[in-house]
């Protein structure tokens, strides 16, 4: 069982960038980040959590059209570490974005993947 911790979240102004970090732990000895797809997801108040994009054990991405074209996933294997860079900013990315994981073989990934054991999350907060 992996344990996910993000960081990198904060206030910026619309417009602005950020780049999320989701470190992995706990794994299973001869395994890797490379076993695991793993994909962000965001919960903004009063509203459902939404899959925004994930990377694969291949390190294909996918993201969802609200994102696509402004927030970019990548990982480094050997930090054991996945990272969201978003840029341009806008008030309604304001959430709780929180990373999470699951086993996998493809060599893609879709939010609808069986993801599960999310981190506790980091807030992101746009505005001016």
């Known amino acids: 069982q992996l344990q996910l911790v993000e960081s990198g979240g904060g206030l910026v102004q619309p417009g602005g960038s950020l780049r999320l970090s989701c470190v992995a732990s706990?794994?299973?000895?001869?395994?890797?980040?490379?076993?695991?797809?793993i994909g962000w997801f965001r919960q903004a108040p009063g509203k459902e959590r939404e899959g925004l994009s994930c990377i694969s054990t291949f390190g294909s991405a996918a993201y969802v059209d609200s994102v696509k074209g402004r927030f970019t996933i990548s990982r480094d294997i050997s930090k054991n570490t996945v990272y969201l860079q978003m840029d341009s900013l806008k008030p309604e990315d304001t959430a709780v974005y929180s990373c999470?994981?699951?086993?996998?073989?493809?060599?893609?990934?879709?939010?609808?993947?069986?993801?599960?054991?999310w981190g506790r999350g980091t807030q992101v907060t746009v505005s001016s």
């Open positions: 706990g794994f299973t000895s001869g395994l890797t980040l490379e076993y695991y797809a």
């Open positions: 999470a994981y699951f086993q996998s073989t493809s060599s893609y990934c879709e939010m609808g993947n069986p993801f599960h054991s």
